[in-house]
């Protein structure tokens, strides 16, 4: 199985990786595992104002503090995880990499706010709801 894993160094990365951990059909050497974070995009404004290379920068580093200690504990359990990290729309962004990745499965933490934050705010676990075709596990 080709699985990506959505994560964003919060709690609930954590507890989607304890839970596949804890699942040995989901969590074996055999399937082939991308971990994928993607940053928010700056302010054009931002941007225009530090230039490209400070922003590129600044991403590089943001990603690293997310997928170093999942790439180590993916380590630590003998599965040797692909890293990637993009910039946009989070929800889309991760919907549109495991699309064009053409996984099997699509595996990401929730922050469960609940229904009336979904409704203002949104969510990503709901966009990438609404934007993906393939099997999706959300790990509350």
């Known amino acids: 199985m080709k699985i990506l894993l959505a994560v964003d160094g919060s709690e609930y990365t954590k507890k989607m ?13 055999n399937n082939q ?6 940053q ?8 225009g104002a530090v230039g490209k290379a400070v922003v590129e920068k600044y991403f590089s580093e943001e ?4 997928l170093a200690p999942v790439t180590k504990f993916l380590l630590r359990h003998g599965i040797d995880a ?3 990290w993009k910039v946009g729309p989070v929800g889309e962004t991760i919907a549109k990499a495991a699309q064009a990745g053409k996984f099997d499965l699509l595996v990401l933490g929730s922050h469960g706010h609940g ?18 075709r393939m099997p ?5």
């Open 40 to 47: 928010p995009s700056l302010p054009p404004r931002v941007r």
């Open 33 to 38: 595992y991308t971990v994928l974070t993607v």
């Open 136 to 140: 999706v596990l959300i790990v509350r």
């Open 82 to 84: 692909k890293s990637s």
């Open 17 to 29: 990786l304890a839970y596949l951990a804890t699942h040995d059909e989901l969590f074996a050497v």
């Open 63 to 66: 990603a690293e503090k997310v």
């Open 115 to 132: 229904a009336l934050v979904n409704l203002v705010m949104g969510s990503v676990a709901t966009q990438v709801l609404a934007n993906c």
